[in-house]
């Protein structure tokens, strides 16, 4: 079923793109480059599950890539665990922290829930923050040795690459699979009037708390193979607020609801990013710029570029979706 | 337990600030059902705003409040013609993105001018001895400060044609334009009056401590626990949780790390929001 | 034989204000039961509590014999009862398809997303929107909405539908082709509890009418019996002589 929809393929081809390009060549630099848009696609393309299905706006996404971060690292280090075996056992930890988070806001509609999830990356935040067996506020560290298991810091460098890209790829395999989903149109159904869906036999707490928690999932799964490739984590750089704002800047820029959206925005978000902050002269206005971007982007054209591309091609909407 | 009590009395004085810091934010959330997450960063903004006046002339820190309130009502008809007239009526969320999009732009320009080091206005109202305990004179001045511009905005509401406009406007949008008020133009003031209102805080909060540009997150959080327990557009109702907030933090902080505040005010704030869907004094609007 | 749909007792309070007061009477599996008032009497509040959007302070509903009184809407649903909104709900940024696909794949059949289409087509056919089914939601005029939500109830496969104002907002063609449609919707095989205005409709299409007045039961039974009811006349009109003297108007 979902390999009839030619956008599968499409992602397949994304992914082996993205994973020939660096490969041959041995261009350490532009997989170093890449690995910060798979990233961005798999924080949006989650994130996209909430807001451009569901239509509630989590503010505090980035919570679950920096829980998973924490929880994969100290298994495979601490713990000494499989790293593959670690990530997966922190993306199950942290969609069911995420189901218990919903049980207390998912109650709450639009822009309250908004609010609420920013309170609870901070109160994450706090609580890692001052948590002993995570470092506290130094967070932990990874030393070389831990790279043997992986052949290598260098050789796990490249493996890491791999399973983020694989992690990218099944982001997008999921959002498109749950578009084209029962599940997917209650979800819908939910976000255009969540009343009416009730009355109309959809089970909307349920569908809620179910797409939060598995939004969860990907995004710490990848916080495990970030981290462990980065070497060490705190609560700073795993919690910070402005990449999970920069999440909703990269799928309002995409295009909301769209698969191809998230994909783009994050793209295209992240190459701007990354120029900006190199940029001596810029640099500094990297948040001025971002938020003139959203504003426009908000103002006059919301549906984003997928928006704007629908229009202009309504017959693309079946392949690019 | 002298101790708390000393804590107890400053966190009142210092909650009436919370308080008024709130109000903008209610009023605009009252009137046009926008949640103004320029909020913050206008707070900051006022900070800077005091201390810039205050470099130019040191003199008594309060009358500066009046320019602050001016540059305010000015800055706030500018951020409502940029980000929000367009859409006043849209879905909550677009209304949430282009506030939060100025805001990352006033910040991102605050931190190019100003970095993120902290800065301080010095000046000091002398201090009132009662006993053995001494309350700093900042924090009184300050609290009697808000009291004033409460009660102030209660007669601009009530006793004014305009501020009956506002209200109006705040319970039926529709109705008050078919009795020929111009809704844009009670808008724009309404929204101006919630900037001014938050840039004077931040004025007020910069006489009592140090601050930087990202200074005005922590407030933001603080005016919604405070809106969310009061309600919508009650200026009373504001100061009045205000200051519950801030005699809670008064009794807290004596015996716990100050990193944990922020996290039980959002506890108290998510609490707040499940078992008060009216808000303590008076009415919130449906999300 | 019990009847299809039990109301008994049902208060409903809203802080000060009594919203629904003692109400009891029965719908039976097959007629059309109109429901009718004056603006405030009730009408929408006692619908929202048959399909489950409110909970009852007091008094019981029985549906197809089984007590339902407080389960949630979407449970309604799916023991088989749909409902219309008096002021149209439709899922604007979807398609009239996915409109009634959502109907059909979370009602009472419960159908696969495949399945689900295919009934959707076919209602949407019935209520005259086939042609337009690829149209956003948001595109259809008020009288195309209409048929949209009874389109929805309706691929629900309900065996009760609750049709709340579905001719408000109508011009006369579009009253009488909604008319049509309810009579077929009965004829084929599915009860219908409408709230409705409109006399004539309702005179001509219900079989029973029930009269709420100021949230309490005022009268029951046949449209030519309730409409010659004197309470119900003056909760209407105001005055008890008024329908003999427009019946003696009219015939002069």
């Known amino acids: 079923m979902i390999l009839r929809r030619p956008f599968f393929w499409i992602i397949l081809a994304i992914a082996a793109l993205f994973i020939y390009l660096p490969l041959h060549g041995n261009n350490v630099s532009l997989r170093e480059d890449l690995i910060l848009v798979a990233i961005a696609i798999i924080l949006a393309s989650n994130l996209n599950l909430m807001i451009g299905y569901t239509g509630y706006v989590n503010f505090g996404h980035i919570v679950f890539y920096g829980l998973g971060g924490y929880v994969g690292l100290y298994l495979a280090t601490v713990r000494g665990l499989n790293l593959v075996a670690a990530a997966l056992i922190a993306g199950v930890v942290v969609s069911l922290c995420a189901f218990l988070f919903g049980l207390a806001i998912l109650r709450l509609r639009g822009a309250y829930f908004a609010l609420a999830t920013i309170g609870i990356l901070q109160a994450v935040q706090s609580f890692v923050s001052n948590f002993d067996p995570w470092g506290r506020s130094t967070g932990m560290y990874l030393s070389f040795e831990s790279y043997q298991s992986l052949g290598g810091a260098m050789h796990a460098l490249w493996v890491t690459y791999y399973l983020i890209i694989g992690v990218m790829a099944l982001s997008m395999i999921l959002s498109l699979a749950v578009k084209n989903s029962k599940f997917g149109l209650g979800l819908f159904a939910i976000r255009e009037d969540e009343d009416a869906a009730v009355v109309l036999g959809v089970n909307a707490t349920v569908y809620k708390s179910i797409v939060y928690s598995v939004s969860a999932f990907l995004p710490a799964v990848a916080g495990t193979f970030m981290f462990y490739k980065n070497g060490m984590i705190d609560p700073s750089i795993a919690f910070e607020y402005m990449l999970s704002l920069e999440g909703i800047v990269m799928l309002m820029l995409g295009g909301q609801g769209a698969v191809m959206g998230a994909a783009l925005g994050a793209g295209l978000y992240e190459k701007l990013r990354s120029y900006l902050l190199t940029s001596p002269k810029l640099s500094d206005f990297h948040l001025v710029i971002a938020g003139g971007l959203l504003l426009l982007v908000v103002l006059f054209a919301p549906g984003g570029l997928m928006g704007w591309f629908y229009r202009l091609l309504p017959r693309a909407r079946e392949v690019v979706e | ?287 | 034989m019990s009847a299809l749909l039990e109301v008994s007792g049902v208060s409903k309070r809203f802080g000060g204000l009594l919203a629904v007061s003692d109400v009891t009477f029965n719908l039976d599996e097959g007629e059309i039961l109109g429901l009718i008032g004056p603006n405030g009497a009730g009408k929408t509040t006692l619908f929202n509590i048959v399909n489950g959007v409110y909970k009852p302070d007091g008094g019981t509903i029985r549906f197809q014999g089984r007590n339902i009184t407080g389960i949630s809407p979407d449970k309604v649903v799916h023991r088989g009862m749909a409902r219309t909104h008096q002021i149209v709900k439709p899922l604007n940024d979807l398609t009239l398809l996915d409109n009634v696909t959502v109907g059909a794949c979370f009602g009472r059949e419960y159908l696969d997303l495949k399945g689900a289409r295919a009934v959707a087509l076919e209602v949407l056919q019935q209520v005259g929107l086939g042609k337009r089914a690829h149209m956003l939601a948001r595109s259809l005029t008020i009288a195309g909405k209409k048929r949209l939500e009874v389109a929805r109830a309706l691929a629900a496969k309900p065996k009760l539908l609750l049709l709340d104002e579905v001719l408000a907002g109508l011009n006369p063609s579009e009253v009488g082709q909604m008319i049509d449609l309810v009579r077929k919707i009965r004829d084929g095989g599915v009860s219908v509890f409408m709230i409705e205005h409109l006399m004539q409709a309702i005179m001509s299409l219900s079989d029973r009418i029930v009269v709420l007045n100021l949230g309490r039961k005022l009268a029951e039974g046949p449209p030519d019996e309730v409409v010659h009811n004197s309470d119900v006349v003056e909760a209407y009109l105001g005055f008890p002589d008024i329908v003999d003297k427009l019946t003696r108007t009219a015939q002069a």
């Not at chain 2, 709130?22 to 909020?39: E, P, Y």
């Not at chain 2, 009660?151 to 406009?165: D, H, I, M, N």
């Open chain 2, 1 to 287: 337990m002298s101790g708390v009590l000393a804590s107890m009395i400053d966190g009142v004085l210092v909650g009436a600030v919370y308080g008024l810091a709130a109000m903008g934010l209610s009023l605009i959330w009252g009137v046009m059902d926008v949640i103004n997450l320029t909020h913050g960063a206008m707070i900051a903004l006022g900070m800077f705003a005091m201390y810039l006046l205050y470099t130019l002339h040191a003199g008594t820190a309060y009358l500066l409040l009046l320019p602050v309130m001016g540059v305010g009502l000015l800055l706030g008809i500018m951020v409502y013609w940029m980000s929000v007239h367009r859409v006043v009526g849209r879905p909550m969320l677009m209304s949430l993105l282009s506030t939060f999009a100025v805001n990352m732009m006033v910040i991102g320009i605050g931190t190019a001018i100003w970095s993120t080091s902290p800065y301080n206005v010095n000046y000091s109202v002398q201090g009132l001895t009662l006993g053995a305990y001494t309350f700093t004179g900042n924090h009184i001045a300050a609290a009697l400060a808000a009291l004033l511009i409460a009660l102030a905005l209660q007669w601009f509401l009530y006793r004014t044609r305009t501020g009956k406009a506002i209200r109006a406007v705040a319970d039926n949008r529709e109705a008050a334009e078919l009795m020929g008020i111009s809704s844009t133009a009670i808008l724009t003031i309404a929204f101006a009056i919630g900037i001014a209102l938050a840039m004077t805080s931040g004025a007020l909060v910069s006489t009592l401590f140090p601050f930087t540009i990202l200074s005005g997150a922590t407030y933001q959080l603080k005016s919604f626990v405070v809106t969310i327990l009061a309600g919508l557009g009650k200026p009373f109702g504001a100061l009045i949780a205000g200051v519950l907030l801030g005699l809670l933090e008064g009794v807290v902080t004596p015996f716990i790390a100050v990193s944990w505040i922020p996290l039980i005010e959002f506890g108290l704030f998510v609490v707040a929001l499940v078992a008060f869907p009216q808000g303590i004094f008076g009415k919130r609007a449906a999300a």
